[in-house]
């Protein structure tokens, strides 16, 4: 088993997923997305090395059939033992989640993923970190598509890298 794996990290794609994030997350070991998915396009288009993705719904979701079955609100994984948390944030106040509140909810996480801002956030004042990738689609992109990669290692500290893409339109 390798000591590093890399996420690719995504939200707010809203039916469109920028060509250059499909690369990024190509070259990753798992996928995540955020919420506000709204094609499950977007969903066949995560194609981690690992084959591993974690999707959660987003606000705007129920109103796109994407599966047969609902997607969850909140799903957590592990990586080398430390517990990852994805949900959206809606739920932490409608413009902008509170940090603090999503940390008092995920207080055994290392990590806290969410969306729906649309505005890429890497908070790490303390722990559990949280984590906005921005807008990986067309939709109020603040400046062009973007998302985040996290490479976890085994024995040090974790890093996070931003990208962000020019707006195609």
């Known amino acids: 088993m390798s000591n590093i794996t890399t996420i690719a990290v995504v939200s707010d794609t809203h039916s469109h997923l920028d060509e250059n994030i499909i690369k990024i997350v190509k070259d990753c070991d798992i996928a995540v997305h955020a919420g506000d998915i709204c094609g499950i396009n977007i969903i066949d288009a995560l194609q981690p090395k690992s084959g591993k993705v974690y999707v959660v719904t987003g606000n705007n979701d129920p109103y796109c059939h994407l599966t047969d079955n609902p997607l969850p609100k909140v799903l957590s994984f592990d990586?080398?033992?430390?517990?990852?948390?994805?949900?959206?944030?809606?739920?932490?106040?409608?413009?902008?989640?509170?940090?603090?509140?999503?940390?008092?909810?995920?207080?055994?996480?290392?990590?806290?993923?969410?969306?729906?801002?649309?505005?890429?956030?890497?908070?790490?004042?303390?722990?559990?970190?949280?984590?906005?990738?921005?807008?990986?689609?067309?939709?109020?992109?603040?400046?062009?598509?973007?998302?985040?990669?996290?490479?976890?290692?085994?024995?040090?500290?974790?890093?996070?890298?931003?990208?962000r893409f020019s707006d195609t339109d």
Not at 121 to 131: G, N, S
Not at 154 to 159: G, H, I, R, S, V
């Open 79 to 163: 990586v080398f033992g430390e517990k990852i948390t994805i949900e959206h944030g809606h739920e932490h106040g409608a413009h902008q989640p509170d940090h603090q509140s999503l940390r008092q909810v995920h207080s055994e996480s290392k990590l806290i993923i969410y969306g729906h801002t649309h505005k890429q956030v890497i908070d790490k004042e303390t722990t559990p970190w949280v984590l906005n990738p921005g807008a990986a689609g067309k939709t109020r992109t603040h400046g062009g598509p973007s998302c985040l990669v996290i490479t976890c290692y085994k024995d040090k500290e974790w890093q996070i890298d931003k990208f």
